[in-house]
């Protein structure tokens, strides 16, 4: 049987076909490297009729024209949106240490399976934002009213709009915690309250008797800061105060980075200052130099705080910099308000003068500037980009502002007789707070919050077991202040040379620039009376002649007395003969 096998291989595949590059009888090296060739030629498995030919050489040793690329299925298409940078293995080959070449594959591999494993986990975000849609050109979604939102949706969307009259302590602040579950309102004449404002239960309410001029949450509910009349305050969820932060004097706003755990504050004096909640100490305090400022919010990105200021200006500060990162002319009045997109790279602002500008912050450029009439004087930026301005009695809400430059808006809210002092979206709602002159509003935004919770970041149905675990996970991942910069992304390197080299580098480079000997620079120079002496020196008048004449008398008499002593004769200079005798 192995015979018969044998000779109809034979038959079907003669020696022949083989050509010997010598006419004699091929080697099976020879048959081999035939073999190869043919394999080039043949098309992958699985690529069907459609080969996937990368390149053919013929017996010339010729490169021939590329096959068709091949076809990208649905898995690798979302497995591509989740890598970071193409995948590279030239360098494992020149890198020499062979278990830094196995670690770095190791990384490789990692990162591709990071890839791939958020790409199947795009399958457990079922939940997908919806937006409010015109039927036909002639209607616009900004003429849809909240009455007509209320009547067309569920009732437990509908109960999220409703109006809070409070004109007794007025005009109003308020500000969300992360989850989005808790809401802190606060009077500008000293009434401060805390509820979960998706159940409406209160859980206290302060009647302070003075002037309060922000709120902000810490971490959580259990916590937040009260910026009133001179200090900080700190109190709890019951209504207790805990701390009075005495370093913030005539604060005007407040900012909390969650990451870091650093309440930052600017006011009326001109300084910008962090303190860390943790351990109780001030960080760092930077007089900005540009008088009095109520602007400040924070990059989500980077967790530098940006400053809006009185003659247009905006301006970049980090705790570990006495001086601003950047400064940007934006506006040719004062700023009003600045926001930023969810990832942190293109900033919104706002001014008097009536407009509001995007601009990217890679490169410091304008992008898009839209006009406002009257000029907006809030701002707010949704976990999905949607900018809500506040401008007079008119709240509008833009959509895909960060894409393209829009033509409308995409929601328009009116409040007559009311003027919007503060807005926020709530996160991971479709819900926009407004708070006004007389109280407090909530309305519908379709779109505006995040549909998919991370519960691992924030979790609005946290039990009281998981807040405790999340608060302890936060202190032991808690960033250092010195991490605050503009490019986050940049840790540092390692040097390699050794101490030797680096000293004899800087010996060498002190040899090739000698250092000049320091002159003595006198101290004082910037005193009045030396800039005074100064600006006088070369006029001459006859009371500095009358002080100049004296002077040289008493030199000469104190010559002659030290002669004297010494018991020497006392000669006067040769050319005195020629002096002027009055």
């Not at 309410?205 to 949450?217: A, C, I, P, Q």
């Not at 707070?433 to 779109?447: M, T």
């Not at 002159?519 to 009358?546: H, M, P, Q, Y």
Request: proline share 4%; charged share 30%; with cysteine.
């Amino acid at each position: 049987f192995t015979l018969f096998i044998f000779l109809i291989a034979c038959i079907l595949y003669p020696m022949e076909d083989f050509d010997a590059p010598d006419g004699r009888t091929p080697s099976s090296k020879h048959i081999k490297k035939e073999i190869k060739k043919e394999r080039k030629v043949k098309s992958e498995p699985g690529a069907g009729n459609s080969p996937r030919i990368t390149e053919i050489k013929g017996g010339d040793g010729q490169k021939k024209k590329k096959g068709p690329k091949p076809h990208k299925s649905a898995e690798d298409v979302r497995v591509e949106k989740y890598k970071r940078g193409n995948e590279s293995t030239a360098y494992f080959k020149n890198e020499k240490d062979k278990k830094l070449q196995s670690n770095l594959r190791k990384a490789e591999k990692s990162v591709r399976n990071a890839a791939v494993s958020a790409a199947k986990a795009e399958l457990l975000l079922t939940e997908e934002a919806g937006f409010l849609e015109a039927e036909g050109e002639m209607e616009k979604t900004y003429k849809f009213t909240q009455q007509q939102i209320k009547e067309n949706v569920d009732l437990q969307s509908a109960s999220k709009i409703f109006n809070l009259n409070l004109d007794t302590f007025g005009p109003y602040t308020f500000d969300y915690t992360r989850n989005g579950r808790f809401m802190l309102l606060a009077g500008r004449k000293g009434h401060v309250a805390m509820m979960d404002w998706i159940t409406k239960k209160l859980y206290c309410e302060l009647y302070l008797n003075e002037t309060v001029r922000d709120v902000k949450f810490c971490n959580n509910e259990q916590r937040y800061l009260v910026a009133q009349l001179k200090y900080v305050y700190m109190y709890d969820k019951k209504g207790k105060e805990l701390h009075v932060m005495k370093s913030h004097i005539d604060v005007n706003r407040l900012e909390f980075l969650p990451y870091h755990f650093l309440m930052a504050s600017v006011g009326n004096a001109g300084h910008i200052k962090w303190q860390d909640i943790t351990t109780g100490g001030l960080i760092a305090d930077w007089r900005t130099g540009l008088g009095p400022c109520s602007v400040m919010r924070q990059n989500p990105r980077n967790a530098v705080l940006h400053l809006g200021h009185h003659n247009g200006v905006v301006t970049m500060w980090a705790p570990n910099m006495n001086t601003p990162l950047v400064r940007m002319l934006t506006h040719r009045g004062p700023v009003t308000a600045v926001d930023f997109d969810p990832s942190g790279w293109q900033m919104v602002s706002t001014g008097l003068d009536g407009c509001m500008k995007l601009w990217d912050l890679r490169t410091y450029k304008l992008l898009n500037e839209y006009h406002c009439v009257p000029p907006a004087a809030v701002l707010n930026v949704s976990q999905r980009g949607q900018v809500a301005i506040g401008a007079g009695s008119r709240v509008m809400v833009w959509r895909d502002i960060f894409q393209t430059k829009q033509k409308d808006a995409y929601m328009v809210h009116n409040m007559p007789s009311l003027v919007a002092n503060d807005l926020h979206f709530c996160p991971f709602e479709d819900v926009l707070g407004i708070a006004h002159s007389n109280g407090f509003s909530s309305i519908l935004v379709p779109g505006s919050g995040e549909p998919n919770v991370d519960t691992f970041e924030v979790n609005p149905y946290e039990t009281k077991k998981q807040k405790q675990e999340s608060e302890v996970h936060q202190l032991l991942e808690k960033l250092r202040p010195e991490m605050i910069t503009l490019n986050p992304d940049f840790v540092g390197g390692v040097t390699r040379s050794t101490i030797e080299v680096r000293n004899k580098a800087q010996q060498l480079s002190r040899d090739a620039n000698p250092k000049k000997k320091d002159k003595n620079k006198a101290r004082g120079g910037n005193k009045a009376s030396r800039k005074l002496r100064k600006k006088f020196a070369n006029v001459w008048d006859e009371k500095k002649a009358k002080i100049a004449e004296s002077r040289q008398k008493s030199k000469e008499k104190r010559k002659k007395v030290v002669a004297e002593k010494r018991g020497e004769t006392y000669a006067p200079n040769v050319l005195d003969r020629f002096k002027r005798k009055d």
